[in-house]
């Protein structure tokens, strides 16, 4: 079964500065695999997501992740964060057939 | 515009009550998921369905319970039985059951114990 860590459950950085998240995946396959945004008391949104091709994939809101099959990684970056991309990032891989499994998420702060 | 719409956005339930949540879906979406969120844990899946008149458990389905009468509508009833209800219900549809589909989800439900 597929399996998703997000190692860090808190990242600040200041405004203006580059932004990775990082995004651990466990399935034996090619996944599927999805970045989402959630802000404080709403929904997810999709960020971007990756099926095959290339291994860079552009976003939403000026995101970008590369998924990197040797290090069973899909780091999600941004190389300059606003006060408004503070939120909870969840990463999440699927598979056909399968449900999504979601990580437990990383809360960005954006100190000014 | 299309969408996920959920509701009520805040409700509260009595010891010994069952409660239902609202999940309306206008996206022509064949599967539908119902997931709780609690702080540090993620999204954690209750029950889904990959079309109507059928639904499967999710991981931790003990003391809820859905129904999928039509396409569009997925409601969720906290039953009793569920002793520890306070969180925050998201709900969420796919195009088809695969996944390598995105899920597309509502602004939530937020329960709590009176």
């Known amino acids: 079964a597929q399996s998703v860590t997000q190692p860090d459950i808190h990242i600040t950085v200041s405004e203006g500065a580059s932004l990775e998240l990082r995004c651990n995946y466990s399935?034996?396959?090619?996944?599927?695999l999805f970045w989402y945004v959630q802000s404080p008391g709403q929904g997810l949104q999709l960020l971007l997501k990756?099926?095959?091709?290339?291994?860079l994939v552009q976003g939403i809101k000026g995101f970008e992740a590369e998924f990197k099959r040797s290090q069973s990684s899909f780091n999600l970056r941004k190389p300059s964060v606003h006060w408004s991309d503070a939120a909870e990032y969840f990463c999440?891989?699927?598979?056909?057939?399968?449900?999504?499994?979601f990580g437990a998420g990383t809360i960005l702060r954006v100190k000014s | 515009d299309g969408g996920i719409t959920q509701s009520p956005k805040y409700l509260f339930r009595k010891e010994g009550q069952n409660v239902t949540l609202s999940c309306e879906q206008n996206l022509n979406h064949d599967a539908m998921y119902w997931y709780r969120q609690d702080p540090g844990q993620g999204l954690r899946l209750i029950y889904y369905s990959q079309i109507v008149n059928d639904f499967q458990k999710g991981d931790i389905a003990e003391g809820y319970s859905v129904s999928r009468e039509k396409k569009e509508s997925f409601p969720l009833t906290v039953t009793s039985a569920q002793k520890n209800p306070t969180a925050f219900y998201l709900c969420?549809?796919?195009?088809?059951?695969?996944?390598?589909?995105?899920?597309?989800f509502g602004d939530g439900t937020r329960l709590s114990i009176l």
């Open positions: 990756y099926f095959s091709g290339d291994t």
């Open positions: 999440a891989v699927g598979a056909n057939g399968n449900k999504l499994v």
């Open positions: 399935y034996g396959a090619t996944p599927y």
């Open positions: 969420a549809s796919s195009m088809t059951p695969s996944g390598n589909q995105p899920q597309h």
